[in-house]
C-alpha cells in the first residue's frame, strides 16, 4: 500500500455494510490502530477522534482506488466537514503510513464513543444511497 491508497477508518466507513455500500470493495487490514487519540462522538452522533496521549482508536485500513478516494472526499466533505489528516496506523504492530478523516470540533461537544455503531443502519444506507445519487448526477 502507498500512503495515497491508505485511509484509516474508525466510523461510518469501518462498519462494513456502510462501507460497500459508498464504495464498493476494497483491501480492508483489521484491525488496526490510530495512537494517540480516543474515539469520541460529536452531538449529532458521529464519530471522530480527539487527541489524547497514550490512548488508540481501533478501526480499519483501507487501500482505495482514485475513483473511492473522491466518493469518500465528498460524503467526508458533505454535509459533516471532516479534514484530512496524514498520521501512523499500526497494523499487526507494523507502522503505515496513512491518511484519515477527523472531524470538526465545532458541533456543540463530545462525548465518549467507545464501541460506536451508527444507531440506525437503514437510515444511514438511505442517506448513503441519496448522497450517491446525488453525487452521480453532479458528475454527469
Not at 469518500?72 to 471532516?82: G, H, S, T, V
Not at 440506525?120 to 441519496?130: E, F, T, Y
Request: contains cysteine.
Amino acid at each position: 500500500m502507498e500512503i495515497y491508497s491508505n485511509l484509516f477508518v474508525y466510523g461510518t466507513l469501518a462498519v462494513p455494510s456502510l462501507r460497500d455500500a459508498l464504495i464498493g470493495s476494497c483491501e480492508v487490514l483489521s484491525p488496526a490502530y490510530l495512537p494517540g487519540h480516543r474515539l469520541v462522538k460529536r452531538t449529532d452522533g458521529f464519530p471522530y477522534c480527539l487527541p489524547e496521549e497514550g490512548s488508540w482508536v481501533t478501526g480499519a485500513l483501507l487501500n482505495l482506488s482514485q475513483e473511492q478516494w473522491e466518493i469518500i472526499a465528498a460524503w467526508e466533505d458533505a454535509p459533516y466537514d471532516y479534514t484530512l489528516r496524514e498520521t501512523v496506523i499500526y497494523f499487526q504492530e507494523k507502522p503505515i503510513y496513512s491518511r484519515f478523516y477527523n472531524g470538526q470540533f465545532s458541533f456543540g461537544g463530545y462525548v465518549p464513543a467507545e464501541g460506536w455503531q451508527p444507531v440506525d443502519l437503514n437510515l444511514m444506507l438511505n442517506q448513503i444511497r441519496d448522497f450517491l445519487f446525488l453525487y452521480k448526477k453532479g458528475k454527469n
